[in-house]
């Protein structure tokens, strides 16, 4: 009775303090409720500290999907082939023509001798996804039925152009 009142006592004092809780240095593998300690104010914490700090949900999600951040890229690397590409496109849509096929034609044909292009399905109807992978950065984008997007960017933190798929 006495260890669950000590665990019910510590676990209201994590509640109320809103602070994780610590194990005091020297209780052993498996401590008992009353070895557990509410963390102190961070202005009584010794260096280093033995309490954690959470950071919050929003940051936590914002930290996974970190791998999609693109650095700033001069625009004169890819600004000439971009415009070209998006030139291509609206041909593209004047004659109606869609499809992996056809968007792997334009893409190829603007990007530079030796580079590495991924033209690859982008879900529903006839979306294609496609990088074209230059010196510093990438263009990218899609191509539907409806609309069309071409992109100047630098290499994503997880490296290359497009993201895995199902991310």
């Known amino acids: 009775m006495k260890v669950l009142a000590a665990f019910v006592a510590v676990l209201l004092s994590v509640v109320l303090n809103g602070c994780g809780v610590v194990r005091t240095l020297g209780a052993g593998p498996s401590p008992s409720p009353s070895a557990l300690l509410p963390c102190p104010e961070a202005a009584e914490l010794p260096t280093p500290s033995p309490c954690v700090t959470m950071p ?5 999600h914002a930290d996974n999907k970190s791998y999609r951040q693109r650095a700033t890229l001069s ?7 971009a415009k070209e590409l998006r030139g291509k496109f609206a041909d593209l849509r004047e004659r109606e023509l869609r499809g992996e096929t056809h968007v792997a ?11 590495n292009v991924i033209i690859r399905a982008g879900g529903a109807g006839s979306a294609v996804v496609f990088a074209i992978e230059l010196r510093g950065g990438c263009v990218t984008g899609f191509y ?3 609309e069309s997007k071409v992109e100047v960017g630098s290499y994503i933190k ?9 991310h």
């Open 56 to 60: 919050s949900w929003e940051q936590k």
């Open 75 to 81: 625009p004169e690397v890819a600004a000439p082939v």
């Open 105 to 115: 034609k334009a893409v190829r044909a603007v990007a530079p001798q030796g580079t």
């Open 144 to 146: 539907n039925e409806r």
């Open 158 to 166: 997880d490296g290359g152009c497009l993201t895995a798929p199902g």
